[in-house]
Nanobody, 114 residues
Framework: QVQLVESGGGLVQPGGSLRLSCAAS????????MGWYRQTPGKQRELVAS???????NYADSVKGRFTISRDNAQNTVYLQMNSLKPEDTAVYYC????????WGKGTLVTVSS
């Protein structure tokens, strides 16, 4: 059974930082491209960042220079370090694993507000 379990969300003030984690089980983690997506009510889910099995990264323009995605294949975990957070970063953040098939986590809420 495949599970992607996100953690690390919460309430943070503008300019603050959070680190999201996604622990994967039931897949050969090292072979998957891992990604973080986010969604707000009434909007489509959008890609925030992704990292391939060989460590190549891709970021949405809106988060470049502020967010960093990384992975630990030994721990089957992908991270999203989020710095200089803005109110517009408020969303539910979802972990994604993609190979020939795609899996999703249940999401973790990030709220950026003073």
């Amino acid at each position: 059974q495949v599970q992607l379990v996100e953690s690390g969300g919460g309430l943070v003030q503008p300019g603050g930082s959070l680190r999201l984690s996604c622990a994967a089980s039931g897949i050969t983690f090292s072979m998957y491209t891992m990604g973080w997506y986010r969604q707000t009510p009434g909007k489509q889910r959008e890609l925030v960042a992704s990292i391939t099995s060989i460590g190549s990264t891709n970021y949405a323009d809106s988060v470049k220079g502020r967010f960093t995605i990384s992975r630990d294949n030994a721990q089957n975990t992908v991270y999203l370090q989020m710095n200089s957070l803005k109110p517009e970063d408020t969303a539910v953040y979802y972990c994604n694993a993609r190979s020939h098939i795609m899996y999703w986590g249940k999401g973790t809420l990030v709220t950026v507000s003073s």
